[in-house]
């Protein structure tokens, strides 16, 4: 018999690449993707916030609603963190599952398949010292525009607000020759920009003698293939001189860095465990534009964190309008459980928290539109990924940019175009070739 199967994906480009591997080892496992109600159900779930993990819960419930004989698989961050909350409130689902062994999931799935009788299953191991690199491999078409390669995880920093460590252990990296395989594949198979994602991907090589991601860079920039490298998170601890060098000089990574600040407050900033200080962070964003001409920059922000004052809120809102960010990615806190935070004293209020939330927001429509001005009457280099009326892409800045609607044979192309118009999503151009 022939079960189909659907993954729904939650979460960082880490969770996004093994969402896409665990679709692509069913098939090749014999299960076929389902176009309605489907016999097998995996939630790749995120555990970063309170309402990653409900909607990882609501989805769940919404696959045995809609097929209420399925199988329920519920994977990745949130069980690996919180399994017993799991199974208390979703004795339905069947299989839980952490962040190790899910190479092992289309088996799992199919001998839970063959039982008369089902209890629910609960795979958990816990991360430790030593362990290896659990490799997702990518072996057919990516199914995006931009796919994305899993080359490092786990963490070993001690953010207090933060359970990622908990969830995926400690750091750990894809062998450099299997990154380079995996890209190369990508590029053969006509992709023009590949992403390059972990948890803490400045962390890449720790656990390799003689590796490190500014190495790992100059090996793929010399790769004789037409593609742009995008990188994702680098924590401001990472970012040495060796690699803004290496990226400066790069033919093809992005001039692009997704640089999480998470506060403008020194005082706060030591209360969430983070390496660096507001100071610390801007200087490495001027040496990092006195390297890379128009380079994007957008930044994490936490809101709300315990202890958080008008004054610790308002130097947020200073620094990164001074240092005229490219994006701010806001979050309200959220408190996880086995956090050294979620026992902090003060809590913020919710109001307070969504009012703030609400002022940075504001600011970052007015800090966006400011860089969006920058490259009017500028060519920009964009990846296509819509083909209708209007054509639409990324610039290699992280822009969205519209233009008079393209060939469908540009879909997944480079393609430059002339930037007229800016607004707060973006631009507007039209085309002038394709690379």
């Not at 097998?40 to 409900?54: L, Q």
């Not at 290896?132 to 995880?153: A, H």
């Not at 001690?158 to 969830?167: L, M, P």
């Not at 610039?395 to 192309?413: D, I, N, Q, T």
Request: aromatic share 8%; with cysteine.
């Amino acid at each position: 018999m022939s079960y189909t199967f659907k993954v729904k994906t939650l979460g960082c480009p880490v969770n996004q690449q093994e969402g896409r591997a665990l679709e692509l080892a069913m098939q090749e496992a014999g299960f076929s993707p389902a176009q309605k109600a489907a016999d097998v159900y995996i939630i790749n779930s995120c555990v970063v916030t309170r309402s990653a993990a409900a909607e990882a819960r609501r989805l769940a419930s919404q696959a045995k609603k809609e097929n209420p004989r399925a199988l329920v698989v519920l994977a990745g961050c949130y069980p690996q963190v919180y399994w017993e909350e799991i199974k208390e409130k979703l004795p339905f689902v069947d299989i839980i599952i952490g962040t190790t062994g899910r190479t092992r999931l289309p088996a799992i799935i199919a001998r839970e398949l063959a039982r008369c009788q089902r209890e629910q299953k609960i795979i958990i191991t816990e991360h430790e010292p030593g362990e290896s690199f659990e490799d997702f491999p990518l072996t057919g078409n990516y199914g995006r525009t931009r796919p994305v390669i899993k080359i490092q995880e786990g963490c070993d920093e001690a953010c207090t607000y933060c359970i990622v460590r908990k969830a995926r252990g400690l750091p750990r990296s894809l062998a450099p020759e299997k990154v380079i395989a995996r890209l190369e594949h990508f590029a053969n198979m006509g992709y023009r920009e590949i992403v390059l994602a972990g948890t803490h991907l400045g962390a890449y090589g720790k656990d390799l003698p003689g590796w490190n991601l500014a190495r790992l860079i100059r090996e793929l920039d010399a790769l004789p293939y037409p593609f742009r490298l995008r990188l994702s998170y680098i924590e401001p601890m990472d970012l040495h001189p060796e690699f803004l060098q290496t990226i400066a000089r790069s033919r093809k990574v992005c001039p692009f860095l997704y640089l999480p600040l998470q506060s403008g407050s020194d005082r706060i900033l030591q209360k969430m465990g983070r390496r660096y200080r507001s100071g610390d962070f801007a200087r490495l964003v001027q040496k990092a534009r006195e390297l890379i001409p128009d380079l994007s920059i957008w930044t994490d922000l936490i809101v709300g964190f315990p202890g958080e004052t008008e004054d610790d809120h308002r130097q947020t809102m200073d620094l990164v309008e001074e240092l005229a960010l490219s994006h701010l990615h806001v979050f309200p806190y959220s408190p996880r459980p086995g956090t050294e935070a979620f026992s902090f004293p003060e809590q913020v209020a919710p109001d307070i928290k969504k009012r703030r939330v609400r002022e940075l927001r504001a600011l970052d429509e007015k800090l966006s539109l400011r860089f969006h001005r920058q490259l009017v009457g500028k060519q920009v280099q964009v990846l296509v990924e819509k083909v209708e009326n209007p054509g639409e892409g990324l610039s290699e800045h992280y822009v969205r940019v519209r233009f008079p609607a393209a060939a469908a044979e540009l879909k997944g192309s480079l393609v430059q175009v002339q930037v007229t118009a800016a607004a707060p999503w973006g631009v507007e151009g039209h085309l002038v070739k394709k690379q």
